[in-house]
């Protein structure tokens, strides 16, 4: 159903062509752009309707955090060890396939000052790479204990709070040696008083779409819980070692602008933002890798929780997924040589908007790709400061 409101839609826009800040139409009227645009101010409202509890809206309204990041052991995203756990290698490995991991970030390491942390970043080994999961779901929670246990629940005592869970789930990895976020649905708030945050990792399924290397992510001296080799439920229980959980980055207040997905299509077609994601700023949103002309389609989702993505194959749309809701038809666009023209997208200068995320993806009308549409990967904004 959606696919033919999207081409209906398309079709009636087709001749909206974007210069400079307007959408004009081709003839004399800009009633559409206005009602374009008008609508981004009702779909931010929709953010803030999203529950958040009292505590975290003060914060929001508070003075901005003494850091924006957190950085556990260390900031050093190219140094260290290279470990597989607990994203695994290629899925033919069945001792890698699906792994149970825990860590800490201590309350040393966070601060003193309570927080939303609304990112979670890991570094890659030695190469970019293209990371698939039949299943990934990330846990935060605190504990006043000192160490983990071998017990897995024993260690999220405090507040356990599921900030991701997707199947299946693609994360792009754009750079080695460097911090990459792999895209919270939720945050999640730190309160000093309550001890560490532990994150829990399960991911199963654990695969490779771009090679089959079998680098790993940088780690640091820092104690994990794990439990790999295993097929069914994960484990209860798993082995504690103390000095190879993987090096990560927690964002309290930082914005960032990620892709995550893979596009379809002869190109395969992909969504480019480009901007910081700082409230009061802009964000530029277009794609490549689409057809030579022809018209396409810019949309903006709140979420891409279950049940996206959803596999557009059995519609005809071989290998293409609908990465998240379709909130707002943002913009009609126009392709040429491959790549469309770009929309802005301008943020609210208001704090409550800081660790509040949007998800923005495209398609093309193509007649060279199956079912006669190509669909982009997809792009989280997550605002900040």
Same mark, same amino acid.
């Given at each position: ?10 079709? =009636? ?5 974007? &210069?400079?800040?307007?959408?004009? =139409? ?26 958040? $509890? ?12 003494? *850091? ?6 260390? $900031? ?15 899925? $033919? ?7 149970? !991991? ?14 939303? +942390? ?20 990330? %846990? ?20 356990? %709070? ?22 919270? *649905?939720?945050?999640?708030? !730190? ?10 990792? +399960? ?10 290397? %079998?680098?790993?992510?940088? %780690?640091?001296?820092?104690? =994990?819980? !794990? ?43 992909? &969504? ?25 389609? +810019? ?26 809701? +379709? @909130? ?31 998800? $923005?993806?495209?398609?093309?009308? @193509? ?19």
């Amino acid at each position: 159903m959606f696919l033919e409101r999207l081409v209906r839609y398309v079709g =009636r826009q087709a001749n909206y062509v974007r &210069i400079g800040y307007n959408l004009r =139409r081709g003839m004399p009227g800009t009633r559409a752009r206005a009602d374009r645009q008008s609508s981004l101010p009702a779909f931010f409202q929709e953010i803030l309707m999203k529950p958040l $509890s009292l505590l975290a809206t003060a914060l929001l309204a508070a003075p901005a955090l003494a *850091q924006t990041y957190v950085y556990v052991p260390d $900031s050093n995203a190219g140094a260290g060890g290279c470990n597989v756990i607990p994203f695994g290698t290629i899925k $033919s490995s069945s001792t890698w396939v699906n792994q149970r !991991y825990q860590t800490m970030a201590t309350t040393a390491d966070m601060g003193t000052a309570a927080g939303s +942390i609304c990112s979670l970043a890991f570094a890659a080994c030695r190469q970019a790479q293209v990371r698939s999961f039949d299943y990934l779901k990330i %846990t935060m929670a605190q504990t006043t204990a000192t160490s983990l246990s071998s017990n897995f629940a024993a260690n999220l005592t405090t507040r356990p %709070t599921v900030v991701f869970e997707g199947k299946p789930r693609i994360w792009r990895i754009e750079a080695n040696d460097a911090w990459d976020n792999i895209g919270l *649905q939720k945050s999640f708030l !730190y309160i000093p008083v309550q001890g560490n945050v532990v994150v829990e990792v +399960i991911a199963m399924g654990n695969d490779r779409k771009d090679s089959t290397a %079998t680098t790993g992510f940088h %780690t640091g001296s820092r104690q =994990r819980a !794990y439990a790999y080799n295993w097929t069914g439920t994960p484990p209860s229980t798993g082995t504690v070692g103390g000095t190879a959980a993987l090096k990560m980055r927690l964002g309290l207040s930082a914005a960032s602008i990620d892709n995550f997905g893979m596009g379809c299509g002869p190109g395969p077609l992909r &969504i480019n933002g480009s901007g910081s994601g700082k409230i009061g700023t802009a964000v530029a949103v277009g794609m490549t890798g689409g057809p030579s002309s022809g018209p396409g389609l +810019i949309w903006l989702g709140l979420t891409n929780a279950a049940p996206y993505p959803i596999d557009l194959s059995a519609a005809g749309l071989t290998g293409c997924m609908l990465q998240c809701a +379709i @909130d707002v038809p943002l913009a009609a666009v126009v392709f040429q040589s491959g790549t469309s023209n770009r929309f802005q997208i301008p943020l609210p200068n208001d704090r409550r908007f800081v660790c509040a995320q949007f998800y $923005s993806q495209g398609l093309a009308i @193509d007649s060279s790709a199956p079912g006669g549409l190509s669909l982009s990967d997809c792009l989280r904004v997550l605002m900040g400061l």
